[in-house]
Every structure is written in C-alpha cells, then in structure tokens.
C-alpha cells in the first residue's frame, strides 16, 4: 500500500504539480473538437458514399459492438453535434498523475535506493506508481457516470470509426473524366 502524500514544491515531496508542462486547456479542447469532427466526417463521407442517411446506424455494425462501445460512439457523435453547432465542447478540465521518470522526456530523477514508490489514482481509476509522481491538466468527458480522458474517448470513437468503414462494402467510385 502506497504511503499518501500532498503535493508541495519539488524539494519538498517527490510529487510536482506542472504549471507550465502541458498546462494549455484550450489547445486540448481544439484537439479533441478536431478528433471528433474528422471522425465524424468520415462516417458522413461513408453515409454519402453508401447513399445512406447515416452509416453509424449500420444494424449489422452495430450488432457487432459492445454496449459500452456504441455507447460512446453515440455520446461523442451528440458532444460533435454540440461543439460543431453550438460551440460548447463537453469536457472538463482535470489533472492526471504521471510517472516522471517515465513521461517526460529529457528529465532525469535519481530517487534515494530504498525509496518506496508513490502511487495516485487518476480521475478515469487508472493507478500511477512510479518514483516522481508530476500532475499534468487533461480533459474528460463524462461518460457512463465515470471520468473518461478526452484522448482515450477519441481513440476509441476513431477505433469504432475505423471499423465502421472496414465492414462495409463500398461501391466502386466513378470514374472522373
């Protein structure tokens, strides 16, 4: 079981809350609006190529996902829908734990032999351990009553995406003069 510590300056604890290392929220929400809408677009280039009001809601594709899978490919289309039309991207800003020594390229931390490591739960429930613990700004969404990361969510919906477009079968395009 990992000892508890607060956050304090680096001479005092070896957890680091950055303020400057991946501090922007607004370039994350650009990323994470790009991420969706270009997947988006792709399911509407497919629903256009198939002559189809909308791809996503494919029967035999969606008979082929997990509940919790089309749960979030319907989720970020709607947080689509909000940000392209409305321009409110549903995400929070939050913090995540990473381990320094293995996340921050060009720092290097010598750690006393014998020093336990620390371990922190992030807001999405995955545990961090590592020797330097430093917290960096995310942004999540709210999905199936938990935090899910902003990054894991288009991932996962450009996965989904991915394999909307394998399953089908695309007519021949024409050819242009």
């Known amino acids: ?4 510590r607060k956050p304090t300056d680096i001479n ?14 607004e370039p994350q929400r650009f990323y994470m609006g790009a991420c969706i809408n270009f997947a988006c677009g792709a399911v509407e280039a497919l629903s ?9 809601l494919d029967e035999a ?5 997990s509940a919790a899978d089309l749960a979030l490919f319907d ?6 829908i909000e940000d392209f039309h409305y321009g409110v991207l549903d995400a929070k800003s939050g913090h995540a734990w990473v381990n320094a020594a293995a996340g921050i390229p ?9 020093t336990p490591p620390l371990e922190e ?3 999405d429930g995955g545990v961090v351990r590592g020797g330097v613990l430093v917290s960096i700004k995310k942004l999540y969404i709210d999905h199936e009553n938990k935090q899910l990361a902003a990054t894991e969510a288009c991932r996962r919906f450009i996965a989904l995406v991915e394999g909307l477009i394998s399953s089908t ?9």
């Open 61 to 65: 594709w969606r008979k082929q996902q």
């Open 75 to 80: 989720r970020l289309w709607q947080v689509r």
């Open 12 to 25: 005092g604890s070896r957890l680091l809350q950055t303020r400057g290392f991946n501090a922007q929220e």
């Open 1 to 4: 079981m990992a000892r508890e």
């Open 169 to 177: 079968s695309l007519p021949p395009r024409a050819k242009t003069p």
């Open 121 to 123: 739960t992030n807001p």
């Open 106 to 114: 060009g720092v290097k931390f010598i750690e006393p032999p014998g």
């Open 48 to 56: 256009a190529r198939l002559d189809v009001k909308d791809a996503g």
